[in-house]
């Protein structure tokens, strides 16, 4: 399941840190055909929501592309990916199940 190896991979690349401080991560990096070919194929997850972005390196700087929301409308599995359309690369910075809004306050 591809979200227990990013977990996994995750948890041993990252370390608790304390707040304000940056955590260490690292990014699956293709193509950006080769990740939206991926994403469509394998998981059946679709484009959703998207926009302008930034990522802060664990060097402390910023770097712009395009974030893009990726779900399964069925299974509701999801991916969050930032494009990088000058590189020709994106890379998935997380990917989860149970994809769905978040509610708050009085639902009536």
Known sequence: MKKLALIAALLGLTSFVQANELVPFVGSCKTIDSNNEFLTDRYNEIPMAGGPSVIRTVEGEFV????????????????????????????????????????TGDPT
């Open 64 to 103: 712009n592309g395009m974030g893009k929301i990726y779900v399964d409308p069925k299974g509701k599995g999801y991916t969050v990916i930032i494009e990088f359309k000058e590189l020709g690369k994106s890379c998935v910075l997380l990917m989860g199940d149970d994809f769905a809004p978040i509610v």
